[in-house]
């Protein structure tokens, strides 16, 4: 049984080394992600809730009004920094902000509807007392076969300021080495009832990852984040949002 263990781990160390994959660990002991602390409290810039400051050129409002995103890719805060990156998304929606935020907000029903999204689950939903909601989420993203990262978030939801701002949870271990999000719903400027949806995802990785994880990671998962918003919300155009979601003081919106 020994030798066979053995002769596997090397199969496994040489398909990883021909396909430059990074080698699994093998451990005796499988980690207790849920009570195991992240290791560190953020090394990246935090996003402050409210607009993102960016210029929307016109070529980018033809691309809107076509209904597709506009992407701008960004250099890190750190310039020697090279397993991380940072990319704005913006999409026009065809439905009201709260429509938007019925989608965003409702992450136990991501599975289905995000792309690549094996589990996605709020384990924490409460009042800060400040205006703000606390979100807390585990999600496993599956990119490809055999790579699945499992990551815990902690949003904070400021509907006065019409923003979703959210890092890691470090009182427990994730796989990326650090997270820092930011969605942002305005009014559309020159359409009613619709909105202009704005969305950051900046990730730093513990190690290197192979090309294709890397470019879906910081390129194609920013657009698909945008595109399913766009097609739930207008699909459910008359939805608010839910009461769990709205600090005490809060107006409730019907859905």
């Not at 050129?57 to 701008?72: I, R, T």
């Not at 940072?86 to 991501?110: F, G, T």
């Not at 796989?175 to 009613?192: R, S």
């Amino acid at each position: 049984m020994i030798h066979k263990v053995f002769l596997a781990c090397l199969a496994v160390a040489f398909i990883s080394q021909q396909l430059h994959l990074p080698v699994p660990v093998v451990s005796a002991k499988k980690l207790d992600r849920e009570n195991t602390p992240h290791g560190h409290n953020g090394k990246m810039k935090p996003y402050t809730a409210g607009p993102f400051g960016m210029q929307i050129q016109p070529s980018d409002e033809d691309a809107l009004l076509k209904g597709n995103p506009v992407m701008k890719q960004l250099p890190p805060d750190d310039p020697s920094d090279k397993l991380g990156g940072k990319a704005i998304c913006v999409q026009d929606v065809e439905a009201p902000k709260n429509a938007v935020w019925n989608q965003i907000l409702d992450m136990d029903a991501y599975v289905g509807k995000v792309n690549k999204v094996k589990e996605c689950n709020n384990y924490v939903v409460k009042d800060k007392g400040d205006g703000t909601m606390q979100v807390k989420t585990k999600m496993v993203l599956g990119v490809m076969p055999g790579y699945s990262y499992t990551n815990f978030y902690d949003h904070t939801f400021n509907p006065a300021k019409d923003s979703v701002t959210w890092s890691l949870d470090y009182d427990k271990s994730s796989d990326f080495d650090d997270v820092a999000g930011h969605w942002h719903v305005e009014d559309h400027p020159n359409k009613p009832g619709c909105s202009r949806v704005f969305y950051a995802c900046d990730l730093k990785f513990k190690n290197s990852l192979p090309k294709p994880i890397m470019n879906f990671l910081q390129k194609t998962a920013l657009k698909q984040a945008t595109a399913w918003v766009k097609k739930e919300s207008e699909g459910k155009s008359g939805a608010g949002i839910p009461e769990q979601f709205l600090p005490a003081g809060e107006a409730v919106a019907e859905l």
